[in-house]
């Protein structure tokens, strides 16, 4: 089946690293994806991981994959007041770009 | 350019009116995606056309009608809309309708349905 989990909050204080975590139950997914929503805006694609890597780094963003627990988590360091928002973690099963997104973790940022 | 752009930005429509969503890229991707997201909730597929061929229909009302003109726009026709179908509805787009790859997002019409 398809079914992506994740945490519906987390709250950080400025400067430190957030870790947001993902499960999914598809194996056949080839790509994971993190997305990005800031309130009343579209989805915009902050990174993703293909399924035969265990970790990508981009900038302050770290993914790391865990493929045999189907765990994927997103480390965002040094955070700032702008990375407030809501990160969705999603797979893409068997083909066809057809994205399946958890619930999606809010992020908020205090000083 | 890397980027999606849908008009109008904010829609609000009667159950009996006829309206339009439209969705527009210049990256020469040939696979198009709407998407509907509900309030606090992620987005769900709605349809996939894959070189201006509808390639998936996850069982959405007739009430909405996609068509692909050309490869660059992406159009939504909505007729006889509920209540219940007031939501964010995103247009993205991606290289192919293979697996993997990068999916863009436009920023999304924001449609209520009185």
């Known amino acids: 089946g398809e079914d992506v989990e994740q945490s519906l909050f987390l709250s950080v204080r400025e400067g430190d690293s957030s870790v947001i975590n993902c499960t999914y139950t598809?194996?056949?997914?080839?790509?994971l994806y993190w997305y990005k929503q800031e309130p009343g805006a579209g989805l915009q694609l902050l990174t993703y991981?293909?399924?035969?890597?265990d970790m990508k780094q981009d900038q302050r963003l770290t993914v790391l994959l865990n493929k045999k627990d189907k765990h994927l988590s997103l480390r965002i360091a040094d955070t700032q007041t702008g990375d407030s928002a809501i990160y969705f973690c999603?797979?893409?099963?068997?083909?066809?770009?057809?994205?399946?997104f958890g619930a999606g973790t809010r992020l908020a940022v205090h000083p | 350019d890397t980027e999606v752009t849908q008009t109008p930005k904010h829609l609000v429509m009667g159950m009996t009116n006829k309206k339009s969503l439209k969705c527009e890229q210049h990256?020469?991707?040939?696979?198009m995606y709407w998407y509907k997201q509900k309030a606090k909730k992620p987005p769900e597929l709605m349809f996939v056309?894959?070189?201006?061929?509808?390639?998936i229909n996850e069982s959405v009302p007739s009430r909405f009608s996609p068509e692909c003109p050309n490869s660059s726009l992406l159009n939504l026709h909505l007729h006889a809309l509920q209540p219940e179908d007031s939501a964010l509805y995103l247009c993205?787009?991606?290289?192919?309708?293979?697996?993997?790859?990068?999916?863009?997002f436009g920023p999304g019409t924001r449609l209520t349905v009185l």
């Open positions: 993205a787009s991606s290289l192919n309708q293979g697996q993997g790859g990068e999916q863009f």
């Open positions: 598809d194996s056949s997914s080839t790509y």
């Open positions: 991981i293909f399924s035969n890597m």
């Open positions: 999603a797979e893409s099963p068997g083909g066809y770009n057809k994205l399946i």
């Open positions: 990256m020469g991707h040939r696979a």
């Open positions: 056309y894959s070189y201006e061929k509808l390639s």
